[in-house]
């Protein structure tokens, strides 16, 4: 298997375990929007928590000239962290929702 289809592979799987996380308040879901054509990854929480309507992106991630992006991580413990024990590599792991400036001090890909 080609690195960027290992990749997407082991986005997709690493996302996936987000679907069953439950959650104590509300009916909320999780679900995963996978685009491979366009190499796009989310996995957004939808539902209701009482009267308030609950829509919002958890992760967001992008494959850009082979390299990850995580533009958006809203987990827990840092999606990097799962990305880079599945086997994607650090220096191909790019985060993204850090100012240019700041990446070069967190370990992972500058881009």
Request: net charge negative.
């Amino acid at each position: 298997m080609d690195t960027l289809n290992s990749y997407r592979s082991i986005i997709e799987k690493v996302l996936k375990d987000y679907l069953n996380i439950a959650y104590a308040n509300g009916e909320i879901e999780n679900e995963i929007i996978l685009d491979r054509k366009n190499d796009r990854y989310v996995v957004m929480s939808l539902g209701w928590e009482n009267v308030r309507r609950i829509h919002g992106c958890i992760v967001h991630i992008d494959i850009i000239d082979g390299l990850v992006w995580i533009q958006r991580d809203g987990t827990e413990d840092g999606i990097a962290i799962e990305l880079e024990q599945a086997g994607i590599p650090k220096k191909n792991i790019v985060l993204g929702f850090h100012e240019p400036d700041v990446r070069q001090h967190t370990g992972y890909a500058v881009a």
